[in-house]
């Protein structure tokens, strides 16, 4: 049997085009990623991504619209699944109450689990910043959509 595991993610980009980046470590594995995760039973996408949000940016986000959706073949770093990530375009309802950091893995607490966020500039944004080859192909689409912004 096959087992897929569907990941739901948002691009937030704040007023100075500065896009949401989460630095995460579990049990010793440290990666970046934008927020989101995975999808519960009986979730939809757009309910999963405002759960995440909330959960882990105690943030409530307007999704503005599709942006992404996994086209080629991705195992899971963590297990045998096979990866489905889709990502949206989000808008915070209002100021995000986070701390944020300037370097990566900047972590506040210890334990078992860890997360930071910090802003990176859209136009400075690279495919090393993210972690995993999903996220990494959503930033190569998000610049060369951002350059034909310009």
């Not at 009986?42 to 991504?49: A, D, K, S, T, Y």
């Amino acid at each position: 049997m096959y087992k897929f595991n569907v990941r739901v993610y948002g691009l937030l980009i704040n007023e100075f085009d500065q896009i949401l980046l989460s630095d995460e470590e579990e049990y010793g594995v440290r990666f970046s990623k934008f927020p989101g995760g995975g999808l519960e039973y009986g979730e939809g996408l757009i309910e999963g991504l405002k759960r995440e949000f909330d959960e882990e940016c105690s943030a409530d986000v307007d999704v503005l619209e599709h942006f992404y959706t996994t086209d080629f073949y991705v195992k899971s770093a963590f297990n045998e699944s096979q990866m489905i990530s889709v990502y949206y375009l989000v808008k915070a309802k209002s100021n995000l109450n986070l701390k944020f950091k300037e370097k990566i893995f900047d972590f506040d607490e210890e334990g078992e689990v860890l997360q930071a966020f910090r802003w990176k500039n859209v136009s400075e944004l690279e495919t090393e910043d993210a972690t995993f080859p999903t996220d990494q192909r959503v930033i190569e689409l998000l610049k060369e959509r951002w350059l034909k912004r310009i």
